[in-house]
C-alpha cells in the first residue's frame, strides 16, 4: 500500500489497505449508533405524529401505542371522517390529546394507564357558516425561504377531500373553495403551514424548511415530469443543494463520489467522465445523457452555469429513465436550474473564486532514466540492437530524431570523433539534468478563476433570472489559457389564468490559447536535453543527425539559413486559438385547459460554432524546415529552386452544430376523493441534428498585417508536373478543402402513467417509441417500443406498522422495463467511402466499401429488474436506501464472424448480449447533537458492478488483438474490461519465450499462433467492481466542514514496463523501470537482448509490455475534496444590510493511498497526466 501525498508515495503493505476501510467503517458506524444513542435517549417519553391525512381512531391509536395507555370512546368520535394533520414532534401525551380533540365537542381524563374520552353535554360537531359557501377559485405560488419554487407540495383544504399538487413552478390552483376555508399546505422536509384564505385570489407561500431535516427532497425530476418522492417507483438518486453550492468550474465536479453505481474519472483539468451501472454497449458511447431543464442538450457539462444549478437527479433504472427511449440505456442525468418568484423583490448573488494547483510531476509524466543511466544505456546499446550507423549518408540519416550521445558515439564510429572528445560529451550529458529549466520555462502552475453575478426579481404575473459568468483558466503549460463568458436568462410570465409562457436563453463565448507544449514534445526530450545555455540563449535542440547536414548540406543557401529547433521558440511564435460561440434557447407555452389537465408546448434549439485558427510566423521550426526540405536541390550545381513561398502558415477550420427539438405535451394530475391520485403524461417530439466540419488548406507565405499570401512558385505538383523535394523525391502539396456532413434525425411517442391508491400503492408505467434515420426503416424494428412497469409500496403507512414509532417513512420498489443505446459506427444500408479528391496520377475518384450494411439494424436494448428500498428511521435522522438491479443487454453491435462467401468474414450485426448485476447500498445520518447549532451530516454509498459478456461469437482471437484491449479484445463469458496477459516463461537459447497452449512457448521473434484464449491470461477486470463514497459534513455553529473520500477495489491495471528502446531514430529513450531490468531475475522479467545484433528485436514490443507479472492491484482509497465555509452571523449581515456572506475554502485531490506497492495510480497510469493538489479560495455574497 502506497500513501501518495503531493506526488510523494509513503509505502506499506498491500494488506493494510482492505484493514483501513474495514477501520473507517468501524469508526463511522460507531460514530452513528453514539448520536444516534445520545439523540433518542429519551425518544420514548414522548408522542411523535407526522402524518397528514389522518383520522381520529388512526391518532388515537398511535397513542395509544407510544404511550402504552388504553382507550376508551364512542363509536361517534371514532367513526367520524375528519381528517388532522399533525405534525408533533416529542410533544407530552397530554400535548398529543389536545391536539386530537381540537374544536370538537369532547374532553378526556386520564385514569392510571385508562384515557376516557367523554362527550361534552350541550356542544355540537363545528357546523358550516354560511359564508363558506361563497366558494371561488385560488390559485397560488410556493417557495422556500430562498425564492425557489417548490414542486410537489400538497395543498389541501382542511376539512374537504379537496386538494392539489404543485407544479414545477410551485404552482397550483384550487376552484370551488370557500373564502374562509383554511389551506394546509405541506410537503418533505418543510414545516406544514395553515393558511386562511380570506377570499384571496392569489396566495404567496413561503415554507420553512424543517431546523432537523437538510437538504430534503420532495420530488426527483425526470426531465419530462417532476414525481413526489413517495410516489416514485424507479431508482433516483437527488444530489443534495449544499453539495451542489459549493464552488466549481463545472457542475460535474459536484457529483463525484455522491452517488452509488455512478463511477467518475477525472481528467488532468477535473473534468469528469461518468459511468452508471456498468458497460451497457460494446461499441456505443458508455456516457449518460445529460438534460437541462427538461431537454437532452447536445453541448457536455462545460455548456451549463455551475452556479445556476437548482438540483441535479440521476436516473438509473428503466421505470426512472425509459422515457428517454433509444438514449437512456447508460442513465440519465437530469439538471434544473434555478427559477425566480412571482412578486419577489430583487435579489442579487455575487460569487468568486481563485482555484490554484501544483505543477505536475515531470518524474511521474515523463518516467525516464537519469541522465547518466540514459547515457549509460545508449553506449550499451549502441552498435548492436539499439541506434545503428551503416553509413554517414545524408538520405539515410538526416531526418533521424538522434539524441545529442548517439550523435557522438555515431561520428566516433565514423571517424569524425576522437575516443577523448567522445567520452568528454558523454560525462558532460551526464550531469546535465532538463527538469527544472522545462518547469520553469515551459510549465505552470494551473489556475482557474471565476465570477458569477446573478439577479432574481418577479412581478405578480412574471419572474426572472439572469446570471452572468466569467471564467479565467491557465492550464499546466505556459502559453495555454481560455476564458469564458457566459450569459443566462431565464423568464417565467403568467399571460393569462389559464396560460403560461416561459423561457431560457444560453450564450456562451470561449476563447482558448493553444500555444503552449503537449506532453509529447516534453517526452521528445532526452533527460540530459537542455532549453537554455548557460548564458540565457536557446539552444539548438536538433530534429536531425546535425553533423551530417552540416558536412553535406549548403544550409546558407536554402531559403531559411537557420535549421535549429528549440521548444521554447515554437510557443513564442505561434498563435493557434480555438473560438466557441455557444447557444440554446428554450421556449414554451402551458395551457391549463381544466383541473387537473394542462398542455405543454416546447422548444429547445442549440447552435454550437467552433473556429480553429494556426497561425505560424517564420521564426518558428515549423515553417522554416516546411519551406526548406519542400525546396528542390540540385546537388550537382547546388542550386536552389523554391517550392512553397517564405513567410507565415495559416491553417483553419471551423465547425458547426444545430439541433432543435419540437415537444408537445399533455399532463394530467389529480386526486379523486382521499384516495386515489393519478399522474400522467403523453406526447410526442421531433429532434434534429446536424454536424458540418470545413477545413481550409494550409495558407503559405502568409502576412497577418497585410492579409496576403504567397502562391505555390511552381505549382502544387501532380502526375503532369512533378515537383521535386530537396532529397529529389516528388511531392505534392495540399491546395483543396475538406468538408463533412451529418445528420441525426428522430421522431419520438412517448407516455408515462402512475395510480396512487390510498397515499400507499403506486403503480407506474411508461412507454416510448423512437423512430429515426440511423436504424433500419423496416417497421418491426424501427418502432420497437421501449417500456417500463413499476410498483412502489409505503410500508409505515399500513396499520400493521403503526406501533414502530422509529419508522418514519419505509418505501418497497420492484420495477421492470428497456432501456436503449445507439451505436452510430454502423449503417443499415452498405457504405461506400471515397477520396476527397481525384487521383494524382488517374485523376479518377477512388472508392472502398467501408461496411457492408446490417439490414436489421435496429436499436441496441437493455432490460432491467430492480428492486429496491427506501427507508428514513428515528425522527429522520437516519436515511438510505438499498437498490438490487439486473440489466441485461440484447441486439448489442458487435463485430461477428460470418462465412467469407458473402464478401467479407466479419461484420458489425446485433446480435450479442452483455448483462450487468449489482447491488447499491446509501446510508444517511443528519444527527443535531446541539440543535441547529452543531449538525452531523454523513452518508456512505457502496456499490457492486458484476459485468459479463453473454452473447458473442467470434471464431478465432489473435494475441494482439487481446493484449491490444478494446473492442477487439470482447471474448463471451469474459468481463467486457478484461485484462489479458502473456505468462512469462523465462530465457532460453538467449531468446525470451511466452508460454502458448498446452506445453508451447513461443519467442520474440514473431506473431504467436493459433487462438490466443488458448494461452493468454485473464488477470481481471480493469474498471472497479466495487466502489465507495463516503461524504461527511459538520456545520459547528457558523462553520461548516466537510468532505468527500471516494474509493476503487477489486480490479487491476497493466503498469508500466521498461520500454526496451532501440534509439535508432527517435528520442525513445530508456525509462526508469531499467533498474528492474538490469537488476532482475530474466527467468521473472524480460532481461535485455543477450544476442549483439539481436535480429527480430523490433518485435519485442509486441510482447513485453503485456506480461503477466505487470499486472498490479488497482485499489485505491482517493481524498477528493475538503471544504470549508464560513457564513457570517446574522445579525452582523442585517447590519451591513447586506443577505448573506459566506467565505470558504477548499482542498481537491489531497492524496492517494493505493494497493499496489510501485507508486502507480492506476487511474493515471505513469506516463501520463494526473490531477494534482488544488486549493480554492472564494465568497457568495447576497445582497
Known amino acids: 500500500m502506497k500513501l501518495i501525498v503531493n506526488g510523494n508515495a509513503l509505502a506499506g503493505r498491500g494488506k493494510l489497505l482492505p484493514l483501513l476501510i474495514w477501520k473507517i467503517m468501524r469508526l463511522t458506524i460507531l460514530l452513528l449508533i453514539i448520536a444516534l444513542h445520545l439523540s433518542a435517549k429519551t ?30 370512546a364512542d363509536n361517534t368520535l371514532l367513526e367520524s371522517n375528519a381528517l388532522l394533520d399533525l405534525q408533533l414532534k416529542n410533544v407530552t401525551m397530554t400535548e398529543a390529546l389536545d391536539a386530537c380533540l381540537k374544536g370538537l365537542p369532547y374532553a378526556y381524563s386520564i385514569e392510571d394507564h385508562l384515557i376516557i374520552v367523554r362527550r361534552i353535554p350541550g356542544r355540537l360537531f363545528p357546523s358550516i357558516p354560511l359564508q363558506m359557501l361563497v366558494a371561488t377559485t385560488i390559485r397560488g405560488r410556493i417557495t422556500d425561504e430562498n425564492g425557489k419554487a417548490l414542486a410537489g407540495v400538497s395543498v389541501r383544504v382542511e376539512g374537504r377531500a379537496m386538494g392539489a ?126 438534460v437541462v431543464d427538461g431537454f437532452a442538450i447536445q453541448g457536455d457539462f462545460n455548456s451549463v452555469n455551475p452556479n445556476d444549478v437548482e438540483s441535479v437527479t440521476i436516473l438509473k433504472d428503466a421505470a426512472a429513465a425509459s422515457i428517454w427511449g433509444a438514449r437512456s440505456a447508460n442513465g440519465v442525468i437530469v439538471i434544473t436550474t434555478k427559477k425566480s418568484t412571482h412578486g419577489v423583490p430583487l435579489r442579487v448573488e455575487f460569487s468568486a473564486f481563485t482555484r490554484v494547483g501544483s505543477k505536475f510531476d515531470l518524474g511521474y509524466v515523463n518516467p525516464l532514466a537519469s541522465s547518466a543511466e540514459t547515457v549509460e544505456y545508449e553506449k550499451l546499446t549502441f552498435n548492436r540492437w539499439g541506434a ?68 432574481y426579481g418577479g412581478s405578480q404575473r412574471m419572474s426572472n433570472v439572469l446570471s452572468l459568468l466569467f471564467g479565467k483558466r491557465q492550464s499546466n503549460f505556459r502559453g495555454t489559457n481560455a476564458n469564458n463568458y457566459m450569459f443566462n436568462y431565464r423568464a417565467n410570465a403568467n399571460i393569462f389564468k389559464w396560460l403560461d409562457f416561459n423561457a431560457n436563453a444560453m450564450l456562451q463565448y470561449n476563447d482558448a490559447h493553444n500555444n503552449g507544449v503537449t506532453l509529447d514534445d516534453i517526452k521528445g526530450l532526452s533527460p540530459y536535453d537542455m532549453l537554455k545555455n548557460p548564458d540565457g540563449s536557446l539552444t539548438n535542440i536538433s530534429q536531425y543527425y546535425w553533423p551530417i547536414l552540416t558536412r553535406s548540406v549548403p544550409m546558407n543557401k536554402f531559403p531559411y539559413p537557420d535549421w535549429t529547433y528549440n521548444p521554447i ?165 495540399s491546395y483543396t478543402n475538406t468538408f463533412s456532413y451529418a445528420t441525426e434525425r428522430y421522431f419520438s411517442f412517448y407516455a408515462n402513467g402512475a395510480y396512487t391508491f390510498n397515499n400507499r400503492y403506486t403503480v407506474s408505467g411508461s412507454y416510448r417509441t423512437d423512430a429515426s434515420n440511423l436504424i433500419t426503416d423496416d417497421p418491426q424494428y424501427r418502432y420497437a417500443p421501449f417500456w417500463s412497469a413499476g410498483l412502489a409500496w409505503q410500508l409505515q403507512k399500513e396499520r400493521f406498522m403503526s406501533g414502530i414509532s422509529w419508522i418514519d417513512w419505509l418505501n418497497v420498489r ?28 488517374t485523376q479518377d475518384f477512388k472508392a472502398s466499401v467501408s461496411s457492408y450494411g446490417n439490414p436489421t439494424l435496429r436499436w441496441e436494448k437493455t432490460g432491467t429488474w430492480n428492486f429496491g428500498v427506501d427507508y428514513t428511521l428515528f425522527n429522520d435522522r437516519l436515511h438510505g436506501k438499498v437498490d438490487v438491479y439486473n440489466k441485461k443487454g440484447r441486439d448489442l453491435i458487435a463485430v461477428l464472424s460470418i462465412p467469407a462467401v458473402n464478401g467479407t468474414t466479419s461484420q458489425k450485426l446485433n446480435n450479442a448480449e452483455m448483462s450487468n448485476r449489482g ?56 468481463d467486457a474490461n478484461t485484462l489479458w496477459s502473456f505468462q512469462y516463461a523465462g530465457v532460453y537459447d538467449k531468446q525470451p519465450y511466452v508460454k502458448g497452449a498446452g506445453k508451447d512457448m513461443y519467442n520474440f521473434t514473431g506473431w504467436t499462433p493459433g487462438d490466443g484464449r488458448d494461452y493468454m491470461l485473464d488477470m481481471g477486470t480493469q474498471v472497479a467492481p466495487y466502489t465507495l463514497g463516503l461524504v461527511n459534513a459538520f456545520k459547528l455553529y457558523d462553520f461548516d466542514i466537510s468532505f468527500i473520500i471516494t474509493g476503487k477495489f477489486g480490479h487491476v491495471f497493466n503498469r508500466m514496463s521498461f520500454n526496451y528502446p532501440v534509439l535508432w531514430g527517435s528520442r525513445v529513450l530508456p525509462n526508469k523501470k531499467l533498474g528492474e531490468v538490469m537488476n532482475g531475475d530474466p527467468m521473472k522479467i524480460v532481461p535485455l537482448p543477450q544476442n549483439d545484433d539481436e535480429p527480430k528485436f523490433y518485435f519485442w514490443d509486441r510482447f513485453y509490455p503485456y506480461m503477466s507479472y505487470l499486472a498490479a492491484n488497482a485499489s485505491h482509497i482517493r481524498m477528493q475534496e475538503l471544504n470549508i465555509t464560513y457564513r457570517l452571523k446574522k445579525r452582523l449581515t442585517s447590519a451591513m444590510h447586506i443577505g448573506g456572506l459566506q467565505l470558504y475554502a477548499q482542498g481537491n485531490d489531497l492524496f492517494t493511498i493505493l494497493a499496489n506497492s510501485y507508486g502507480e495510480d492506476p487511474e493515471y497510469p505513469l506516463g501520463g497526466m494526473k490531477p494534482q493538489p488544488k486549493f480554492t479560495f472564494g465568497l457568495k455574497l447576497t445582497l
Not at 383520522?55 to 382507550?71: D, M, N, P, V
Not at 376555508?181 to 396566495?203: C, H, P, R
Not at 486559438?577 to 398542455?599: E, V, Y
Not at 510566423?617 to 523554391?642: D, H, K, P
Open 388 to 455: 545503428q550507423v551503416n553509413s554517414g549518408d545524408l538520405t539515410s540519416n538526416y531526418s533521424k530524431q538522434w539524441s545529442q550521445a548517439t550523435v557522438a558515439l555515431s561520428e566516433n564510429y565514423l571517424g569524425y570523433l576522437s575516443n577523448a572528445d567522445r567520452d568528454a560529451v558523454l560525462e558532460k550529458l551526464k550531469t546535465q539534468d532538463n527538469r527544472s529549466q522545462i518547469s520553469k520555462n515551459l510549465l505552470a502552475n494551473p489556475l482557474d478563476q471565476q465570477y458569477n453575478l446573478t439577479l
Open 569 to 733: 521558440q515554437e510557443v513564442n511564435n505561434r498563435d493557434i486559438t480555438a473560438k466557441q460561440l455557444n447557444a440554446r434557447m428554450q421556449a414554451g407555452l402551458t395551457f391549463r385547459l381544466m383541473k387537473g389537465l394542462s398542455f405543454d408546448s416546447k422548444i429547445q434549439y442549440e447552435l454550437f460554432n467552433t473556429f480553429n485558427r494556426g497561425l505560424y510566423n517564420e521564426q518558428t521550426f515549423y515553417v522554416r524546415s516546411r519551406v526548406n526540405t519542400a525546396a528542390s536541390w540540385n546537388q550537382s550545381t547546388g542550386a536552389i529552386t523554391l517550392n512553397l513561398p517564405k513567410g507565415g502558415m495559416l491553417t483553419q477550420s471551423r465547425s458547426k452544430a444545430e439541433s432543435y427539438n419540437f415537444r408537445n405535451q399533455v399532463n394530467f394530475n389529480r386526486r379523486f376523493g382521499r384516495q386515489h391520485e393519478v399522474n400522467v403524461i403523453a406526447g410526442s417530439e421531433i429532434n434534429s441534428q446536424v454536424i458540418q466540419t470545413f477545413g481550409n488548406p494550409t495558407a503559405y507565405g502568409y502576412n497577418d498585417q497585410t492579409l496576403t499570401l504567397g502562391t505555390f512558385p511552381n505549382g502544387p505538383g501532380g502526375t503532369f508536373s512533378p515537383i521535386k523535394n530537396w532529397l529529389g523525391n516528388n511531392q505534392t502539396f
Open 919 to 974: 447491488i447499491e447500498i446509501t446510508i444517511g445520518t443528519h444527527i443535531p447533537i446541539k440543535g441547529n447549532d452543531i449538525i452531523w451530516r454523513g452518508d456512505v454509498n457502496f456499490a457492486y458492478n458484476k459485468n459479463k459478456i453473454t452473447k458473442l461469437f467470434v471464431a478465432n482471437y489473435a494475441a494482439s488483438t487481446l493484449y491490444s484491449g478494446g473492442s477487439g479484445a470482447y471474448v463471451e463469458g469474459k
Open 43 to 72: 425518544y420514548s417519553q414522548y408522542i411523535t405524529i407526522k402524518r397528514g391525512s389522518l383520522t381520529i381512531r388512526h391518532a388515537l391509536s398511535e397513542i395509544k401505542k407510544q404511550s402504552g395507555y388504553s382507550f376508551i
Open 814 to 841: 420492484l420495477t421492470y422495463g428497456f432501456n436503449g443505446n445507439v451505436d452510430k459506427s454502423t449503417a443499415f444500408r452498405p457504405l461506400i467511402a471515397t477520396t476527397a479528391t481525384p487521383d494524382l496520377y
Open 165 to 290: 399538487i404543485t407544479n414545477e413552478n410551485g404552482e397550483f390552483t384550487l376552484t370551488g373553495v370557500a373564502d374562509n376555508a383554511t389551506l394546509i399546505i405541506g410537503s418533505v422536509g418543510y414545516e406544514t403551514q395553515k393558511m386562511k384564505a380570506d377570499g384571496k385570489n392569489f396566495l404567496t407561500i413561503v415554507l420553512k424548511t424543517k431546523t432537523n431535516v437538510l437538504d430534503a427532497v420532495a420530488v426527483v425530476s425526470t426531465g419530462y415530469q417532476t414525481i413526489s418522492k413517495e410516489r416514485a417507483t424507479g431508482s433516483f438518486d437527488v444530489i443534495s443543494k449544499s453539495q451542489l453550492d459549493k464552488p466549481a468550474v463545472n457542475i460535474a465536479q459536484r457529483l463525484i463520489g455522491t452517488t452509488a453505481g455512478m463511477q467518475a474519472k477525472l481528467d488532468v483539468d477535473g473534468n469528469p467522465t461518468f459511468e452508471i451501472r456498468g458497460k451497457t454497449s460494446l461499441y456505443a458511447s458508455a456516457t449518460p445523457l445529460v
